[in-house]
């Protein structure tokens, strides 16, 4: 594999404080969608505290793929350099 990206030069071995940054982009991520979600089940359906858990927990699960990979590169675009091409 090559170090560095042949067109724009970036580095494709990221420094350790990236993986630390990129998870405090996917916790706001989690809390922004989780507040969101108990919101739109409070204010439309309003149901019993069993259902509040049993959705969050179930919609963190299906979350984490999109949280996981839009965190990394908001991070990188934010504050790792990048420009966009």
């Given at each position: 594999?090559n170090?560095?990206?042949?067109?724009?030069?970036?580095?494709?071995?990221?420094?350790?404080?990236?993986?630390?940054?990129?998870?405090?982009?996917?916790?706001?991520?989690?809390?922004?969608?989780?507040?969101?979600?108990?919101?739109?089940?409070?204010?439309?359906?309003?149901?019993?505290?069993?259902?509040?858990?049993?959705?969050?927990?179930?919609?963190?699960?299906?979350?984490?793929?999109?949280?996981?990979?839009?965190?990394?590169?908001?991070?990188?675009y934010?504050?790792?350099?990048?420009?966009?091409?």
């Amino acid at each position: 594999m090559n170090d560095r990206c042949s067109s724009c030069g970036v580095s494709f071995m990221p420094e350790p404080g990236f993986y630390f940054g990129a998870l405090y982009v996917s916790y706001a991520f989690t809390i922004a969608f989780f507040i969101g979600l108990w919101l739109i089940l409070y204010l439309l359906f309003d149901p019993a505290d069993w259902v509040y858990g049993v959705t969050i927990v179930l919609a963190c699960v299906l979350f984490v793929p999109f949280s996981f990979r839009y965190s990394r590169i908001l991070f990188l675009y934010w504050f790792g350099g990048i420009k966009r091409i």
